[in-house]
C-alpha cells in the first residue's frame, strides 16, 4: 500500500513539472500561431508582387539572349532606357532623339522597337522635368505645362503634363519672386514692366496674384 502512495505521488509530481515548465500553455500557443500567421490576401499580394518582378526580369533576359533580334534593336533599347532613367524624357522626345541625325542616328525600324519594348512610367518622366523647370528655371505652371506638351519642347501628352501639374509640390509665389528678381538684377526692368511680363501669356504666365506678390516683395 505504502509502495502504491509513493508511485502516486511520483506521478502526480511529474504531471505538475510538466504542466508549470515543460510545455507551452494553450495561451502561449494560441499567441505564437496568431503573431506568425498571415492571411490569405496579403500572402497573395507577397506572391503576385515576386511573380511580377521575376517575370519581367525574365523578359528582359530573353530580350538579351535572344539571337533573333538585331544587336542594333538591343542598342537602341538600352539607349531608350538611359534617356528615360537619366533624363526624364517623354515617349515621342525619345523616339526622335533615337532616329535624329544629329542624336543617335538608329534606323525608325530599331527605335519603335524600343519604344515598344522599353519600361517607363510617362508619368513619373513628366513631373520629374516639371519639377526641374521649377526649380531650376522658376518658371510658372502654365509656363511648365505648355513646355511639356509644346512640340518643340519635351513632347509629352497631354494627360501626362497634366499628372505632372497636378502632382508638382512647389511654391509659385516663389517662382514668380524669383524670375521678377532675374528681370530686375540682368534687364534692369522697372517694377511695373516686370508685372507684365510676368503675367503676359507671351511672357512668364503667372497669375496676376503670383506676379503682384513677386512685385510686394522685391528688393
Not at 72 to 81: D, G, I, P, R
Not at 135 to 156: C, H, N, P, R, W
Not at 161 to 172: N, P, R, S, V
Amino acid at each position: 500500500m505504502r509502495k502504491a502512495k509513493l508511485i502516486m505521488v511520483a506521478a502526480l509530481s511529474s504531471m505538475a513539472i510538466t504542466a508549470c515548465g515543460g510545455s507551452a500553455t494553450p495561451s502561449e500557443t494560441t499567441v505564437a500561431t496568431t503573431a506568425e500567421t498571415t492571411t490569405p490576401a496579403e500572402t497573395a499580394a507577397e506572391a503576385a508582387v515576386e511573380t511580377e518582378a521575376e517575370t519581367e526580369v525574365a523578359k528582359e533576359v530573353a530580350l538579351i539572349e535572344d539571337d533573333s533580334i538585331p544587336t542594333e534593336y538591343k542598342s537602341a533599347l538600352n539607349k531608350a532606357n538611359t534617356y528615360s532613367d537619366m533624363m526624364h524624357m517623354s515617349k515621342q522626345g525619345i523616339y526622335d532623339q533615337l532616329t535624329s541625325e544629329y542624336g543617335e542616328k538608329f534606323s525608325e525600324e530599331a527605335a519603335q522597337y524600343a519604344i515598344d519594348n522599353m519600361k517607363a512610367d510617362w508619368n513619373a518622366n513628366a513631373l520629374e522635368k516639371a519639377k526641374t523647370y521649377s526649380d531650376t528655371m522658376y518658371m510658372s505652371k502654365a509656363g511648365i505645362y505648355d513646355q511639356l506638351v509644346s512640340e518643340y519642347g519635351e513632347q509629352f501628352t497631354s494627360e501626362e503634363a497634366q499628372y505632372a501639374i497636378d502632382h508638382i509640390e512647389t511654391d509659385w509665389n516663389r517662382n514668380a519672386l524669383e524670375k521678377a528678381k532675374t528681370y530686375q538684377e540682368t534687364m534692369n526692368m522697372s517694377p511695373e514692366a516686370i508685372r507684365d511680363q510676368l503675367v503676359s501669356e507671351y511672357g512668364e504666365k503667372f497669375t496676376q496674384e503670383e506676379a503682384d506678390y513677386a512685385i510686394e516683395n522685391l528688393d
